[in-house]
C-alpha cells in the first residue's frame, strides 16, 4: 500500500549543526505516526559536499525512493531545523496533487538579493516576484514531479563548476533561489500553501527573544506557537544570550512534547 512519505535530510557532517535535528525528528514521528505516514530520515551523503552540497543533492529524492524499493503517495521534502506542532492538520489532504511550498516570507532583502544576483549570474538577468517564490525547506511532491527532480539534477551536473561559482559569488542561498526559476521557466503548477505550514524567520517576526538587548517589550514566551504548525528554525543570528538554532528547536519540543 502507498503511503505519504516525510522525508528528513539529517546528515552529520561533523561540525556539530545537526545536533539538535533530532528533536525534529522525532517531532515528524510523531506526526507519521498519528496520521499513518512513512517517515524516512535520509543520513548517507551521496557524494562529496565539495562537489554538491546537501540541499542539491536532495532532488536524488525519487533515486533513492526508487533504489530502495519504497513505495509512496506524496511526498513532503523539509528541513531538518524544524519542529512540527502534535495538533498539525494532515496537509497532504490539501494539496490537489500539485507542486507544492510556501511562501518565503522571511527577509525579503535577502530575497530580492538573491534573485537579482543569480539572476544576473544563470539566468540572462531574468527576475522572479518575491510573491512567487518558495522556501525550499518546506516542499511537497509526487511522481508527477519527478521529471522536475531529474531537471534540477542535470542543469547542476551540466555545470557544476559555474554553478558553485555562482553561489559561493552571490552568498544567498545555494538552490533555492535555483529551484524557483526553474519552477518557473517550466511552467511547473504550484500551490503555494498557508504560512502555517513552514513559519519562517521567527526572529525577523518578533516571535522569538534572543536576549535582553531585544526583548524590548516581549515576554519571554513561545509565542509562535500560537502562529503556525511548522516551525522553521533558519536565519537566527548570534547572540549574547546563546539562543541559538539548538536552543529553539531543543526548548519547543521539550513544551509540546514533553
Not at 56 to 72: A, G, S, T
Not at 188 to 207: A, E, F, G, M, S
Request: charged share 25%.
Amino acid at each position: 500500500m502507498k503511503k505519504n512519505i516525510v522525508f528528513v535530510p539529517n546528515i552529520k557532517l561533523g561540525d556539530g549543526r545537526n545536533d539538535s535535528y533530532q528533536y525534529s525528528v522525532d517531532s515528524w514521528r510523531h506526526f507519521c505516526e498519528k496520521n499513518g505516514h512513512e517517515l524516512l530520515v535520509w543520513e548517507d551523503l551521496l557524494m562529496p559536499v565539495e562537489y554538491m552540497k546537501i540541499t542539491w543533492q536532495r532532488y536524488y529524492l525519487f533515486d533513492f525512493l526508487e533504489e530502495n524499493n519504497i513505495q509512496y503517495n506524496q511526498i513532503l521534502m523539509v528541513d531538518a531545523d524544524t519542529i512540527v506542532h502534535p495538533d498539525c492538520p494532515n496537509f497532504f489532504d490539501e494539496t490537489d496533487g500539485k507542486y507544492c511550498g510556501v511562501m518565503n516570507d522571511g527577509c525579503y532583502e535577502w530575497v530580492t538579493r538573491s534573485i537579482r544576483d543569480f539572476g544576473r549570474e544563470l539566468f540572462d538577468g531574468k527576475k522572479l516576484r518575491p510573491h512567487q517564490y518558495i522556501n525550499g525547506g518546506f516542499q511537497i511532491v509526487n511522481e508527477s514531479h519527478r521529471w522536475f527532480f531529474d531537471e534540477m539534477k542535470d542543469y547542476y551536473n551540466s555545470d557544476p563548476t559555474t554553478i558553485r561559482r555562482a553561489i559561493e559569488k552571490v552568498q544567498a542561498g545555494t538552490d533555492q533561489t535555483i529551484l524557483n526559476y526553474k519552477l518557473r521557466m517550466h511552467g511547473v503548477d504550484v500551490k503555494i500553501l498557508p504560512p502555517c505550514y513552514n513559519l519562517q524567520d521567527l526572529w525577523r517576526k518578533n516571535l522569538i527573544v534572543l536576549d535582553s538587548e531585544h526583548q524590548f517589550w516581549m515576554e519571554d514566551t513561545l509565542h509562535f506557537l500560537d502562529a503556525g504548525w511548522v516551525y522553521h528554525y533558519n536565519a537566527i543570528p548570534p547572540n549574547s544570550g546563546n539562543r541559538d538554532q539548538k536552543y529553539w528547536i531543543k526548548r519547543t519540543y521539550e513544551e509540546l512534547y514533553g
